[in-house]
């Protein structure tokens, strides 16, 4: 069968190269957009479950994170505009969804602010 392939692209070169590109595009890409998506999956999570922290490293997390997300892209390979870009999303929607969960994921996690218990004096 590859036979029968190559000696029907082998007298065409701008076959030949269209066909060898979109092998190694489907072949290498991959294992890239799994690394992008990974970074991504990441970022959501650290938002996510640092929203209410409480601690001085977890509010650190977030803003780090929080600044990542939603600041304005520098054209950075590894920014969030381009790897939403890069993946097919729109990074404005990701936003609004972000934005609009972190508080709710907070409390699913049972990261509701306490309530201390306030003692009473005996009059």
């Given amino acids: 069968m590859e ?3 190559f000696a029907t692209i082998a007298n065409d070169a701008d076959t030949q190269y269209k066909y060898f590109d979109t092998f190694r595009r489907s072949e290498y890409l991959e294992p890239e957009r799994a690394l992008l998506l990974a970074l991504l999956e990441d970022a ?4 996510r479950k640092f929203a209410t922290a409480r ?3 977890g509010r650190a997390q977030f803003r780090e994170t929080e ?3 939603m600041g304005g ?3 950075w390979v590894f920014s969030f505009e381009s790897i ?3 993946l097919g999303l729109d990074p404005e929607y990701v936003r609004r969804g972000l934005r609009q969960s972190a508080p709710k994921a907070a409390a699913e996690n049972g990261d509701r602010p306490r309530h201390h218990a306030r003692h ?3 009059a």
């Fill in 3 to 5: 036979e029968k392939v």
């Fill in 55 to 57: 601690n001085r490293a």
């Fill in 44 to 47: 959501i999570h650290c938002y």
């Fill in 120 to 122: 009473r004096q005996a």
């Fill in 73 to 75: 892209g520098d054209g």
């Fill in 84 to 86: 939403c870009d890069l």
């Fill in 67 to 69: 600044e990542w997300l």
